[in-house]
């Protein structure tokens, strides 16, 4: 049973059938082919615990310091390789979204409350009418417009 689940761990990590199979050969003293190891990532009763592995693999490669990025990105990399051939599709989400905060750094939410959208047609609209509209919409719009009629010439 512990060398199932090592081939499970091997497998979340990324690492090729070829290498796995080596190495519960140099470990464990078992000859294994590479048929056997990839059906591991395809068999119902072990995917799940791929799946577990590469997440907590995921999770601890995020907090290798920042020197090794690379190295992060690399392992990340690996994950998706193999959750892409394995069909793993929770693990792949899971493992983009650390590559992309890995590479782009976490970013704020934002605040859908904080922002007014307006669906208007500003072709059909005399210059008054849009300034006035941005001044009545607030959010320190009229400051900007009146800067920018001010200088223009057009201001009040």
Sequence with gaps: MEQKIEICKMLAHGFAARTIAGEIKKRYDIEINQKTV????????????????REIFAKNVMKIPG????????????????AVEYGAIKSLASLIKELRIEMEGEKPL???????????????????????????????????????????GGGQ
């Design 38 to 53: 990839h059906g591991y990532g395809k068999s119902k009763r072990w995917r799940k615990h791929i799946a577990k592995f």
């Design 67 to 82: 020197a090794q990025k690379q190295d992060r990105v690399e392992y990340l990399l690996a994950g998706i390789n193999t």
């Design 110 to 152: 934002i605040d859908a409350s904080q922002h007014t959208h307006y669906n208007f047609n500003l072709k059909k609209m005399s210059d008054e009418e849009i300034i006035d509209l941005a001044r009545k919409s607030g959010a320190g719009i009229p400051n900007r417009i009146d800067a920018y009629v001010g200088k223009a």
